[in-house]
Structures are given as C-alpha cells and as structure tokens.
C-alpha cells in the first residue's frame, strides 16, 4: 500500500492499481477566503492523475473543495456514507458533477473494489451533534489489514468493540480541533487567548494518544493538520487551537509512550509518499525540520496569507436592507430548533446588527425575540459579524459553522464558559 500526501486531508493510497483519493481539498482558498493550505500542495488537481474512487467525508470545504473537484477524473467512482440528507450528493447534483458513478455504501458494510479489498463507512460521534449529522470515516481493508482514514472525527469509544476486529496497518487521525474559540472571542485577554489555545490542543493530543492506544494500528499520522487563517483575519493564528507545527502532535505522543505502546509514527510533507510494508521512519527527523520552520511558517502568514481578499467584500448591500425584518424572518426557524431540542439554557443571544443595535433571544423557554435589546453584563453571548457577512448568514447564504471557524463571526462571551447547545443552535438562525 502506497500513501501519498497531497495536502491537509487530501491523501492518495495506491494498492494493486487501484488509485483511491479523500477529502478533495487542493491549494485554493475556501470558506469565502478565510482558509489556505499551508505548507503549500506541491501537486495540483489536475496533476493527480487517473482515479478510481473518491471518498467525500463531509461536505465543508476543506474536505470537498469545487474547485478541486472540477478537476479530478471524472471515470472516477464517488464514495460517500449513505445518509438521508445527503449534502456531499446534493452537492455534486447541484454543481452537475458528472462523475462514472456515486456510491453510497451502507454504515459498516464493505463494498468490494478488488481481490481481498475493500471499502467501509463508519459514523462520527453520536454524542457531537454536528459531526454526526454530516460526517463519517473511512476504512480500507486490504490484504488482511485495514486503514483508518478520521478526517475530522477520531474514533469514539463506543465503537470500539466493533472496530477490534480489524487489524489496523495505519491510522490518519485528527490531532487538533477547527472552532473559533478563543481566537475570535473579544472578551478574552491576549494572554488568555494564547493559554485557552495551549489548553485545547493538549486536550486533542490527549485525545489522540488514547485513540491510538485503543485502535492499536501498527503506524498512525495526522490528518486535517495543513491550514492557515488568511486575509485579515491572518494575525489571529497565533491564537488558535492549532499548533504552529504540525510535529507537535507527534511530539506529545513520543514522550507519553508506554511499555505496551507499539505504534510508530509517519510524517509526511506534502507531495511525500510512502510504502506502509517498507516503512522504517527514515524521513520523520527531516520532516520535523521542514514543519518546524516556524520563520517561513511566519512569513507566509504575514504576506501571502494575509493578501487573500474575502469573497463578502467584493459586494455592496442595498441601502435599504432591514435587518431587524431579516432577523424576524430567521427567527421561527431558530425558535423551532430551541423547542425541538428543549434548550433551557441561562443565557441569552446578542445579535448586532447596523446602528450598534441588538436583537436578543432567550435559551430558555418560551425563547423570546426582542428586537432592541441592549446586552446584558454577564449570561450572555454578543455576536458580531461585518453587515455583508451578517446579511448572508441571515440568509442562508453562508453557513453559521464555517463562519464561526473562519473569523467572520466574533463573540464577546460572559462568563467564558461553553454551553454546547448555543452553538448547535446558531446554524438555525436563518430563513
């Protein structure tokens, strides 16, 4: 089995000619420019060559990028877990991406590709809400062995009675996480930002040490670990909760191992490639130097990151935009969510809209809208968004999720303490 880095998610594995690529996200800017690969693809789109199967985890950007699809094979088979809805299908029927075939695979079933090897979908974590609803992970058996392929979501532990019976040759699992907590949180101190980001990616390294000591596999490396924060919003990555090298996980893991732990580690740049049979680690030490170079890291965000120019900004809004009769109108459906979901939460949302204005809305019952409301001191959570992003959100025009992780959307939250159902519920507002 080869494995071919391409960038972030996007890896290419090579087994008996069959050619299988995840996560199609190729050197673009996405999320309205908010996002760039870094370090940079060394191979494009179009220089991936014959494919035979594409697997699309989810439908966010960085995990299933238009513009890098456009450009693939299109003989190729799309593999997605079978779900109602489906986004990524909607997706590609909506865009007329007319690829040989879609295949939508049952959870826990294998679809054969060829002589003793196969393809399987399993879920994402029930108990987070959001990753359930979109995502899944890929499994590749061949052989006799398998890989784990997590993107996003790592293997929770209810799973894994099921997930014993393979053996597991590698593991690509996420060691950090994509929120814009405490980045784009202007309640927040520097110092504290810096801290509060320190804290959550020891947390997903944590968690990344205790799934590789449940999975066992025989090698593990990172996935979702190759991006940057772009346009203005660029200086912000010093606060985010991603590590500024992507050997920080690996780092973590090395200096925990037990007795008993036998995994070991591969780290690849983009564009490197290995063979899981002949790997021997060789490369992790030059590749740790490559990722480590926190100067060029430094400069690329200061000058080509910083000059990717927003979508939101190359439109004007009409004058006469209401948003006070936007947020009536994105109102009901938020509301619906809240009492579907029995959200009785003691905080109230803040939403500024033009004229420093605020509409509130209770998280308890009966979740009240005031459409002049001024903010309270504490229980609360301000929301603030450039008028063109707010008016999108609003809309439907651009997701509440990604602007969260992009910066798009900032917050002044008091106390700083997290009540997951606020922020399941702010991808209802809209109409």
Not at 161 to 167: D, G, I, Q, S
Not at 196 to 218: F, M, V
Not at 333 to 342: D, I, N, P, Q, T
């Amino acid at each position: 089995m080869r494995v071919t880095l391409v960038a972030d998610s996007c890896f290419l594995f090579e087994h008996e000619g069959i050619r299988i690529l995840t996560d199609p996200w190729i050197g673009t800017a996405i999320a309205g420019g908010a996002w760039i690969q870094y370090p940079r693809p060394v191979i494009s789109a179009a220089e991936v060559g014959r494919l035979d199967y594409i697997f699309i985890s989810h439908i966010h950007e960085d995990h299933c990028d238009l513009p890098t699809i456009r450009a693939l094979d299109r003989n190729a088979r799309i593999v997605l877990m079978d779900r109602r809805p489906n986004f990524v299908q909607n997706f590609l029927r909506y865009h007329l991406l007319d690829f040989r075939e879609v295949i939508n695979i049952p959870l826990r079933q294998r679809y054969p590709i060829g002589a003793n090897m196969s393809l399987e979908v399993v879920e994402a974590d029930p108990a987070h809400t959001l990753n359930h609803l979109v995502d899944s992970a890929l499994l590749i058996h061949y052989d006799g062995k398998s890989i784990y392929f997590a993107n996003d979501n790592p293997p929770y532990a209810a799973i894994d009675e099921y997930l014993k019976r393979y053996r597991f040759e590698l593991a690509l699992l996420p060691p950090v996480g994509g929120s814009g907590y405490p980045a784009f949180y202007d309640s927040l101190s520097d110092d504290r930002k810096r801290a509060r980001a320190g804290e959550i990616i020891q947390s997903y390294h944590e968690e990344l040490l205790r799934c590789l000591r449940r999975l066992k596999p025989r090698l593990f490396g990172c996935a979702a670990n190759g991006h940057v924060l772009s346009g203005k919003n660029a200086h912000l990555n010093e606060f985010m909760s991603w590590p500024a090298s992507a050997c920080s996980p690996y780092r973590y893991v090395s200096e925990r191992l037990a007795a008993d732990d036998a995994f070991r580690p591969i780290l690849l740049r983009p564009g490197d490639s290995t063979t899981l049979e002949s790997e021997n680690g060789a490369e992790f030490d030059a590749a740790c130097r490559f990722y480590d170079n926190r100067e060029a890291r430094t400069e690329f965000i200061r000058t080509k990151a910083r000059e990717v120019p927003y979508v939101y900004e190359s439109f004007q809004l009409n004058p006469s935009i209401s948003f006070p009769r936007l947020i009536e109108l994105a109102y009901p459906r938020l509301k619906g969510y809240l009492e579907r979901a029995k959200v009785n939460a003691p905080f109230k949302y803040y939403f500024s809209y033009p004229q420093e204005k605020y509409a509130s809305v209770s998280l308890s019952p009966p979740y009240e809208l005031n459409i002049e409301a001024p903010p309270a001191e504490s229980d609360r959570l301000i929301v603030r968004a450039e008028p063109r992003i707010l008016y999108m959100l609003l809309t439907g025009g651009f997701s509440w999720n990604i602007a969260d992780a992009t910066g798009f959307v900032r917050y002044d939250r008091q106390p700083d303490s997290y009540i997951y159902e606020m922020y399941i519920a702010l991808n209802h507002f809209r109409i």
